[in-house]
C-alpha cells in the first residue's frame, strides 16, 4: 500500500482560508450559505491531518499562529473601519454587532481548529482558541474603542438621570463586553468603565443637591433622595454589574445625604424637630431609611429625637408646677388636700404615660425599633421624670397615682382591661424613675392604708401590679409588699378561727368585734398608742387575747390608730350610721354619759396626746360633717373649748364616713428612705470589700454606685460618710502608705 502524501503548510493553509473567507462573508451578511456537515468536516480533518503528521510536517505551531492571524487581519479590514464610521448611541449599538459576530467567529473557527485545543494547546500550556479570540478583541478592538464607548454609556446613563427615556439594553450589552474581554476578572469593567461611572455620578449629585438643599424643604428633598437612591438601584438592577451597586450608592448617600445632614436635619419649618413638633411620622420614616445608610448618620436624628421629648416633659413639668402653685395660691388657709394627690399632679402621671405611649410607637413604627433611640428615649424620661413637680417627686406621685387607681372610688374610672393596661404602663414608667427605693417606700404606706381600710378595688389588681413591679424591679422590691398581701388573707383566715371558738366555747360580745393580726415586719411602721377603750371594746380586746395566747407565744401590740368603728347615732331627726377611726369612736361613745365635755377632760378620758386629740376632735368637729357642736363655733381646736353632741345634726346619707385629717406621711417616708439607703450603702461597701479586700478609695466608690444604681443613685458625699463610718466600727482600715486605699478587717 503506498504511503499518504503529507499535506503541505500553504496547501493545507490555502483550503482553511477558503472556509475562513465564507465564514467572514456570512458574518459581513455577504452570503447567507451556512457550513453544512460535510464542509464543517472537510476543514476539521484537514487540521486535524496538518497536526498528525510526522515532522517536518507537523504544522500544529504554524497553524496556532495563523488561526491567531486571521482574527487580527479580519478586525483590522473589518471591524475597525467601521466602529471608525460612528459616535455615541450608533457606535455602541455597531460595537454590539461586531462583539457578537466576533464571537460566533471564535466558536466557529475554534470547531475547525478544535484539534489545537485538545493536544498542541494543552501539551503547550497555550491559550485556548477561544481566549485568542477574545485576546484579539480586546487588544485591538476594545483598547481603541473603550473610551468612546464609556463616554457614549455615561452620556446615555445622564440623560436617563434628567428624565430621558434611554436603551437600557443596550447598555446592559455594551458593558458585558466590558466583564467578558476581563476573561473572568472585573479590571476592565472596574478601571475602564466603574471608576468614571463613580466619578460622573458623584459630580451629578452634587450639583443636585446644592440645588435642592437651598429650594426644597425637607420632606421634599427626602423624597427626591429617596427616588434617587431607589433609581441607581434600579440601574443596577437593569444594567449596572451587582458589584457597582454598594459603591454607587455610597457616592450618591455622600452627596445627598452626608454632605448636608445638619442643614437637612435643622431646616427651620421643617427639619426633624418640626417634623416631631407636627407628628409627621411618614416623614420621620423616611428619614430613619435613609440616615441609615450612612455611618453614624443616626445619631443626630436620635439626639434630636431625644431634645424633643424631653422638652415635651419638661412642658409638662411647667404646667402641671404652674396650675398647682396657682391652685394653692386661691385655696391658701382651706386646709390640706387629700393624699391621692392634686387633679393637677394625678393629670401630669397620666400626661407622661400617654407621652411615652406616644413616643414608643414613634421609636417602634418611625425608627424601627433600634436601641439607639430607645437609649434616646430613656435618657430623655430620666432628664424631666426625676424633677420634682409642684414640689413633690415623682415617685410619690406615682405611687399615688397607682392609689388612686387602685382603691375605691378613686377619680380613674377605668375597665378592668383599662385598668391593667395603664398598671403596665406604669411600671414601664418607673423604670425611669432614679429613686426606686422611695416609690418602693410610698407605695407600700398607700397599699397597706388600702389593706387595712378595705380600700382595695380588685385583689386582683393589687396581684397583677406586684407580679409586675417583680418583673422589674426584682422578687427583694416586693417582699414585703407581697408578704403584706399574703399577711392579710391570713388574718381573715385567723378572724374566722377566733368566731369558731367564741362559738365553741359559748362566748359572746355586746358588739362585732374584728380583729386583724399582722406580721411587724411586713408593715410599715406605726405608733402604738394607749387609748383608754370603752368597756365594749376592752371585752372584745381581753377575749380575743385569750384565744390568741391558746398555744402562741407571740406577742400582740395593739394598734388602735388604724381600726374602724361602725356607730349608731341617734339623732333628733333620724339614726345614722357613722363609720369612723377606733379613736373617733372613743371619742363619741363619751358624750354617752355626759352632756357636754372640754377638751382637756376628753383627752384625759381617752389619754390621747395633745395632736391626736386636736385631729380626733377636729374631725368631728370642724370637718364637713358636724357631729359635735364646739364653743366657740370656728375652726380652730383650742385647749379651752367645750364639746357637745350636735343632735339636730341630720343627712341625707343612712351611712356616712369620717375622716381622720390626713398626716403628711412624706417627711417620715424620706426619713425612711435615708435610713435605708445607709443601711444599703454600709451593706455594699462591705459586701464589695469583703470580696476585693484592698481597693482604692474612687474604685470602691464607683462599685458601690453600680451595685446601688439600680434602686437609687447614692450620693458621693453619702458615700464618704459611710466609708469614715466602717472605719470607724472597725471594718475597713486606711493604707498606712496610702489613705486612699481601703483595708478590709475580717
Not at 139 to 161: N, P
Not at 272 to 300: H, I, N, T, W, Y
Amino acid at each position: 500500500m503506498a504511503e499518504k502524501k503529507p499535506i503541505e503548510l500553504e496547501e493545507g493553509w490555502g483550503f482553511m482560508q477558503n472556509g475562513i473567507n465564507k465564514l467572514i462573508r456570512v458574518l459581513e451578511g455577504q452570503s447567507a450559505e451556512q457550513f453544512n456537515a460535510e464542509q464543517y468536516m472537510s476543514l476539521y480533518t484537514t487540521i486535524y491531518n496538518m497536526c498528525t503528521q510526522k515532522p517536518p510536517h507537523d504544522f500544529s505551531e504554524q497553524l496556532y499562529d495563523r488561526y491567531r492571524k486571521s482574527f487580527e487581519m479580519y478586525i483590522k479590514d473589518q471591524v475597525i473601519k467601521s466602529l471608525q464610521e460612528h459616535r455615541d448611541e450608533v457606535l455602541l449599538k455597531e460595537l454590539y454587532v461586531r462583539w457578537q459576530n466576533h464571537k460566533l467567529m471564535v466558536r466557529w473557527l475554534s470547531r475547525f481548529f478544535n484539534y489545537l485545543d485538545r493536544y498542541y494547546i494543552t501539551r503547550h500550556s497555550l491559550h485556548t482558541l477561544k481566549d485568542v479570540g477574545l485576546i484579539c478583541f480586546r487588544d485591538r478592538v476594545f483598547e481603541e474603542i473603550k473610551k468612546q464607548a464609556k463616554d457614549a454609556i455615561l452620556r446615555l446613563i445622564e440623560r436617563e438621570r434628567e428624565g430621558e427615556l434611554i436603551d437600557r439594553t443596550l447598555i446592559k450589552n455594551i458593558l458585558s463586553i466590558f466583564i467578558e474581554v476581563g476573561m473572568g476578572g472585573m479590571e476592565c469593567y472596574q478601571r475602564d468603565f466603574e471608576t468614571h461611572l463613580l466619578q460622573e455620578t458623584a459630580s451629578f449629585y452634587k450639583r443636585k443637591a446644592a440645588e435642592w438643599i437651598d429650594q426644597d424643604s425637607c420632606p421634599d428633598y427626602m423624597l427626591k433622595a429617596e427616588q434617587c437612591l431607589e433609581d441607581e438601584e434600579d440601574k443596577v438592577e437593569s444594567y449596572l454589574h451587582s458589584t457597582s451597586k454598594l459603591k454607587l450608592l455610597k457616592e450618591v448617600e455622600q452627596e445627598l445625604l452626608t454632605c448636608y445632614e445638619t442643614r437637612l436635619l435643622q431646616k427651620e419649618h421643617s427639619g426633624c424637630a418640626a417634623l416631631l413638633k407636627d407628628d409627621k411620622s411618614e416623614d420621620l420614616s423616611r428619614m430613619f431609611r435613609l440616615f441609615q445608610r450612612v455611618p453614624r448618620g443616626l445619631e443626630p436624628v436620635a439626639e434630636i429625637f431625644k431634645e424633643h421629648v424631653e422638652n415635651e416633659g419638661m412642658k409638662l413639668v411647667k404646667e402641671v408646677t404652674e396650675a398647682a402653685e396657682s391652685k394653692k395660691d386661691k385655696e391658701a388657709g382651706k386646709g390640706p388636700s387629700k393624699d391621692s394627690g392634686s387633679p393637677f399632679e394625678q393629670q401630669f402621671v397620666r400626661s407622661v404615660i400617654e407621652l411615652q405611649d406616644k413616643y414608643l410607637q414613634y421609636v417602634i413604627l418611625c425608627f424601627c425599633n433600634t436601641s439607639l433611640f430607645h437609649k434616646s428615649l430613656k435618657e430623655a424620661f430620666e432628664s424631666f421624670c426625676n424633677k420634682s413637680v409642684a414640689g413633690t417627686c415623682s415617685a410619690e406621685l406615682m405611687a399615688s397615682f397607682c392609689d388612686n387607681l387602685l382603691k375605691k372610688g378613686g377619680s380613674e374610672k377605668l375597665s378592668d382591661e383599662a385598668i391593667e393596661e395603664t398598671l403596665d404602663k406604669l411600671v414601664k414608667l418607673l423604670a425611669y424613675i432614679s429613686d426606686k427605693d422611695m416609690f418602693n417606700e410610698f407605695y407600700r404606706k398607700r397599699l397597706a392604708r388600702r389593706l387595712l381600710y378595705d380600700r382595695s378595688s380588685s385583689d386582683d389588681h393589687e396581684r397583677s401590679i406586684l407580679t409586675r413591679l417583680k418583673q422589674q424591679c426584682g422578687a427583694q422590691f416586693t417582699s414585703r409588699m407581697e408578704g403584706m398581701v399574703t399577711d392579710l388573707a391570713l388574718a381573715r383566715e385567723k378572724q374566722q378561727s377566733f368566731e369558731e371558738w367564741m362559738r365553741v366555747n359559748e362566748k359572746k360580745l355586746r358588739i362585732d368585734f374584728s380583729v386583724t393580726v399582722l406580721t411587724t415586719g411586713f408593715w410599715p411602721a406605726y405608733k402604738a398608742h394607749e387609748l383608754a377603750l370603752p368597756q365594749e371594746m376592752v371585752d372584745g380586746v381581753e377575749l380575743f387575747k385569750s384565744f390568741y395566747e391558746t398555744g402562741n407565744k407571740r406577742k400582740l401590740t395593739w394598734y388602735y390608730s388604724l381600726g374602724t368603728c361602725h356607730l349608731k347615732a341617734n339623732f333628733d331627726a333620724r339614726p345614722i350610721e357613722l363609720v369612723l377611726g377606733t379613736q373617733q369612736a372613743a371619742c363619741l361613745l363619751q358624750f354617752n354619759d355626759s352632756e357636754d365635755l372640754t377638751y382637756k377632760e376628753i383627752q384625759h378620758r381617752l389619754n390621747l396626746c395633745e395632736d391626736d386629740n386636736t385631729r380626733t376632735l377636729h374631725s368631728l368637729a370642724c370637718a364637713k360633717f358636724k357631729i359635735l357642736l364646739k364653743e366657740p363655733s370656728n375652726k380652730v381646736i383650742a385647749k379651752t373649748d367645750k364639746f357637745s353632741m350636735n343632735k339636730k345634726f341630720t343627712s341625707a346619707q343612712r351611712r356616712i364616713k369620717i375622716p381622720l385629717p390626713p398626716i403628711d406621711e412624706k417627711k417620715k417616708v424620706i426619713e425612711d428612705v435615708d435610713k435605708d439607703r445607709r443601711f444599703s450603702i454600709d451593706a455594699a461597701i462591705v459586701r464589695t470589700m469583703k470580696s476585693r479586700k484592698t481597693l482604692l478609695h474612687q474604685q470602691l466608690v464607683l462599685e458601690v454606685v453600680q451595685q446601688l444604681s439600680r434602686m437609687f443613685k447614692p450620693d458621693f458625699k453619702l458615700i464618704k460618710k459611710r466609708i469614715e463610718h466602717l472605719i470607724e466600727a472597725e471594718y475597713l482600715a486606711r493604707d498606712k502608705d496610702n489613705p486612699m486605699m481601703f483595708q478590709y478587717l475580717a
